[in-house]
């Protein structure tokens, strides 16, 4: 009896379906773990009142940027698990080794990411708005700013992640590489809200943002898939 | 000459220690640099120039270096020997 | 003669600085079993990632089917089934979770084929119990459970009979034994004592290789 | 094609060439560079608005531009790394992102002096030094990521990629930080933005940057050169470079 090569069985979708399942799933395994990039994120925002001023007219007018910087700041926290532990366990050679287009498998991981940790922070920022003494108006700006733009933190974090993979002290490295790149994402996502308690218009801002996030979209997940077999290859 | 005198291009009207602090880090750096990867190289040429000596003048076959060693034996060490 | 599954021509791997073959040429052809062998640090798992498409670290040529492997990619990935020193398990999921993952993106199967194979390496009642409470050779199990499902022409298994016992190693001996039979190609490493009938072997020395039928 | 790449990317073909061209480089950006900075700093005219300070341009502006430039030499490479695999443009990245990361640095200080008494404060967050400011971290970020990887080649490539997506981001940073500083900020007059230059200005300063980008070819062949000993330090060219030397003598 002769085996023949075989022919693709599944499709692209179906796979990626298959590995963002796989990560919710452990995710929500170990559920505290997602409390932790929620309450950093607290917790950085309430040093702001405590080591600088409380206030009102202080936090209403640095409330959005600081808000800003924490989600950010705890979104880079949460990177450096991205892959980590896929390639301890050995699940990532498995999944570099499906038989599909790497990026599309890497979007689906990093769409979970968001999923996990920058979504749960754009629904805790009303809450930290309130505290802040942000009006109403600028925390649906903020939070709508936060939803375009967390994603965008995710796509180019990941980047990030793949490329220091398996490396000693790959968390800090890993902040000092992408930081950097997350500066414009803060600047317009600060600067929409800013605008927004001015009364300017900012439709055009959102869509800018809109257009980073279609930006990373298209290609982070190919710079992210080159770094993860470089990263794979090197272990 | 835009200066009138020697003191008055070293004091550029009061502009003097601004404009001779950034030309002396500029300078200071520039020297560092060219001076530090001139010397670099040098340093790995002559490591190589040894390297290349010591082959010539030993080895007869590159790779002797990467020839097995002895094999493992597992045999425990006598530690009363010295 | 039947056409060589996977054909290496020149491979040559330099890894930090260090030679680990050069001018290795051999073909895998299917319906056989192969053996790598070699000391510790000859090179073994090296290789192995380097058919599988996990390293980079190589030059040469490698054909898949007549053709270079780059360009067949896809296709080259869902005929060759690796498994390696990790086994590629979620602690925090069951062997049954796991296994389904596994299969997702190349041949996704019904829980009954899965549990069957679960149970056929001796996991049975251990099917919803999280990987993490198992022992190392559980854990090997539910690897190795794919190969009681796997479909893929050409499997490259990297110390797979860590950790098993030994009733366990002779199951998987008659396993690739059966499955070179039916027509695939097996090519592992192990350090255990390991009889297969007709096994060729690959032999990695430093500086020199040797391969013989 | 091929083959002129094939020859374009040899190690040893390189190490001959640049060898050669060393001294010119050396020569002719000395010249040109002390004959541009002598003449800003002693007979170029001083600025009507802002005094002899503006002296500092003949090295602001030659360094800040290199630095940008060399980023773009080092994408460019980086492309040729990722698609070509030549060994050339890995050793190019390598040894060239320490000079961006000094020619960043100097132009940062120097804006920084500069702005003190044209503004009155040491630094101002002003969109042209905000943005050579992020250059700076990204020469860190590059020489970081190259220094945490042991192996050669995975760091050549790791490296490639993030010296992509971070040229990818450039003009991106650049845009927004200057929305962001028309944001906060009214409109203070630029260091470097003058309606005309004379020519007894352009001129030294034209000579500076172009004597500063030789100086860099020759600090890059330089780098290069050493870069290539180390890695090919066993193979039989290097190890006959030394023969020949020794028989000739």
């Given at each position: 009896m002769m085996i023949k090569p075989l022919d693709q069985a599944v499709g692209s979708i179906e796979a990626m379906k298959a590995v963002f399942a796989r990560d919710m799933k452990v995710a929500f395994r170990q559920r505290q773990d997602l409390l932790n990039p929620l309450l950093f994120f607290m917790m950085v925002v309430t040093l702001f009142p405590l080591g600088v001023s409380p206030e009102i007219s202080f936090l209403q007018e640095a409330g959005a940027g600081i808000l800003w910087v924490a989600a950010l700041l705890s979104v880079?926290?949460?990177?450096?698990h991205l892959f980590r532990h896929d390639f301890d366990d050995g699940t990532l050679e498995q999944l570099v080794l499906q038989p599909q287009p790497l990026f599309l498998l890497v979007l689906a991981k990093t769409m979970a990411h968001w999923v996990l940790t920058g979504l749960p922070l754009v629904l805790l920022t009303p809450v930290l708005g309130v505290m802040v003494h942000l009006d109403g108006n600028s925390i649906a700006i903020l939070c709508l700013t936060l939803l375009i733009g967390t994603p965008v933190l995710s796509l180019i974090g990941a980047i990030g992640a793949a490329l220091t993979l398996g490396l000693r002290s790959a968390g800090v490295l890993l902040s000092l590489l992408i930081i950097p790149l997350y500066i414009p994402v803060l600047i317009f996502g600060t600067g929409t809200v800013a605008a927004a308690a001015e009364g300017a218009p900012v439709g055009a801002y959102l869509a800018l943002l809109g257009a980073f996030l279609v930006l990373a979209l298209t290609l982070a997940p190919f710079a992210s898939a080159a770094a993860l077999k470089v990263s794979l290859s090197n272990s | 000459m835009a200066f009138d005198s020697f003191g008055a291009f070293l004091a550029m009207e009061g502009h003097g220690p601004y404009v001779w602090a950034s030309y002396g880090v500029f300078f200071v750096l520039m020297a560092v640099l060219m001076v530090g990867s001139y010397r670099r190289r040098n340093a790995v040429l002559q490591s190589c120039r040894q390297h290349a000596g010591s082959r010539s003048?030993?080895?007869?076959k590159p790779d002797s270096d990467t020839a097995p060693a002895t094999a493992a034996s597992f045999t425990r060490?006598?530690?009363s020997q010295d | 003669m039947s056409e060589p599954l996977l054909q290496a021509i020149n491979l040559q791997c330099e890894r930090d600085k260090r030679e680990l073959f050069h001018d290795l040429s051999f073909s895998i052809l299917p319906a056989t079993v192969t053996r790598v062998e070699g000391a510790n640090g000859s090179g073994k798992t090296t290789l192995l990632r380097i058919l599988a498409g996990l390293s980079d670290a190589w030059a040469g040529?490698?054909?898949?089917?007549?053709?270079?492997r780059s360009r067949v990619r896809e296709s080259f990935l869902r005929n060759v089934l690796y498994l390696g020193h990790r086994?590629?398990?979620?602690?925090?999921?069951?062997?049954?979770?796991?296994?389904?993952?596994?299969?997702?993106g190349?041949?996704?199967?019904?829980?009954?084929?899965?549990?069957?194979?679960?149970?056929r390496t001796g996991l049975a009642g251990y099917e919803q119990v999280p990987c993490r409470h198992l022992s190392a050779g559980q854990q090997r199990r539910v690897a190795l459970a794919r190969l009681l499902v796997a479909d893929e022409p050409l499997w490259l298994l990297d110390e797979v009979f860590t950790a098993i016992d030994a009733s366990?190693?002779?199951?998987?001996?008659?396993?690739?034994?059966e499955r070179a039979a039916e027509g695939g190609a097996v090519v592992f490493t192990t350090h255990h004592n390991v009889q297969i009938a007709g096994t060729k072997r690959l032999v990695l020395t430093p500086g020199a290789v040797g391969y013989d039928d | 094609m091929w083959p002129f790449f094939h020859k374009l990317g040899s190690p040893k073909?390189?190490?001959?060439?640049?060898?050669r061209l060393m001294p010119w480089l050396l020569v002719l950006g000395l010249l040109c560079l002390g004959a541009g900075l002598v003449w800003g700093l002693a007979f170029a005219p001083k600025d009507y608005l802002q005094g002899n300070s503006y002296r500092i341009i003949f090295i602001h502006v030659p360094s800040a531009f290199l630095a940008q430039s060399i980023y773009i030499m080092m994408a460019s490479a980086a492309v040729v790394t990722l698609v070509w695999r030549m060994k050339l443009a890995d050793v190019f990245v390598k040894a060239t992102a320490p000079v961006g990361l000094v020619l960043t640095f100097i132009s940062l200080f120097t804006g920084a002096v500069w702005g003190k008494p044209t503004w009155g404060t040491w630094w101002i967050w002003d969109a042209r030094l905000t943005s050579m400011l992020i250059l700076l971290f990204l020469y860190g970020g590059v020489i970081a990521l190259d220094r945490a990887i042991n192996d050669e080649k995975s760091a050549a490539r790791a490296v490639a990629i993030l010296v992509l997506v971070g040229v990818v981001n450039i003009p991106i940073i650049k845009y927004s930080v200057d929305w962001w500083n028309t944001l906060h900020q009214p409109a203070t007059f630029k260091l470097t933005e003058k309606p005309s230059m004379p020519a007894e200005m352009w001129v030294p300063l034209l000579l500076s940057v172009i004597g500063l980008y030789l100086l860099f070819g020759w600090l890059a062949c330089l780098r290069m050169q050493t870069e290539i000993l180390i890695r090919e330090q066993r193979t039989r060219w290097v190890q006959d470079l030394f023969h020949v030397n020794e028989g000739v003598r």
């Open positions: 880079l926290l949460s990177l450096d | 003048s030993r080895a007869p060490v006598d530690v | 040529q490698l054909l898949w089917c007549g053709e270079p086994p590629g398990i979620k602690p925090l999921l069951s062997p049954l979770e796991n296994l389904r993952a596994l299969m997702a190349r041949r996704p199967m019904g829980n009954k084929a899965l549990m069957q194979a679960l149970a366990g190693v002779v199951a998987i001996e008659n396993l690739l034994q | 073909w390189f190490y001959g060439i640049a060898t």
